[in-house]
């Protein structure tokens, strides 16, 4: 699994300093607000539960399952898992993802808090946002690195939902890309 990596971008330690910078601003701008955490599964699930450890805020917790991708391309085209969400009527909202990419899944996941949930505001925090092009206007408030255009797994992160597991954030090699193609 390990050989499949091209490059490493960050190690578990340097994710874990930067969780501690991002957590502590989170901490400080939510002091005294009735915060929901969503956080978008699969992808954020590890940066969820390191993240929120460092957060001593008494939050409230949903996850939603929603896919944008298939393979390494965004289809732009969101799908929800679930029908139902957790009632946030009245309360912050902060949106957790693993990557900002083309924003087209934060940005139908805002659109669905707005129209339907009664939030009191909705903000978003992401571990890794592409340098690319987005088509549409959507911006996270928290962002932990900014990342190159390519193809990353791990720490969350999957191809086809391999990697996952793996404890660091890593480029992934392009035979491995065409080996493990669905
Ligand atoms: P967007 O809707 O912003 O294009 O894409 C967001 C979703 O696409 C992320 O939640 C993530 O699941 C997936 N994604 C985007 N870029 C990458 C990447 O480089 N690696 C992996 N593994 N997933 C990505
Ligand atoms: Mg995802």
Request: hydrophobic share 40%; net charge negative.
């Amino acid at each position: 699994m390990v050989s499949d990596i091209a490059r490493v971008l960050y190690h578990e330690s340097t994710i874990l300093s930067r969780l501690d910078e991002m957590a502590h601003r989170i901490t400080e701008d939510y002091a005294s607000k009735e915060v929901t955490v969503v956080s978008i599964l699969n992808g954020s699930i590890i940066f969820m539960a390191d993240l929120l450890r460092r957060i001593p805020l008494p939050l409230q917790l949903d996850s939603w399952s929603v896919s944008s991708y298939h393979g390494t391309k965004s289809r732009g085209q969101i799908h929800f898992r679930q029908s139902q969400i957790a009632d946030v009527r009245g309360r912050h909202v902060l949106l957790l993802d693993d990557i900002l990419d083309s924003g087209l899944t934060l940005q139908a996941i805002k659109e669905k808090l707005v129209a339907e949930s009664g939030a009191a505001s909705i903000k978003s925090c992401v571990l890794l946002r592409k340098n690319v092009q987005r088509g549409v206007e959507v911006e996270a408030d928290y962002v932990g690195f900014d990342i190159p255009n390519e193809f990353v797994v791990g720490y969350g992160l999957d191809y086809n939902e391999r990697y996952r597991n793996l404890p660091f954030i890593g480029v992934l090699k392009e035979d491995a890309i065409r080996r493990h193609a669905v």
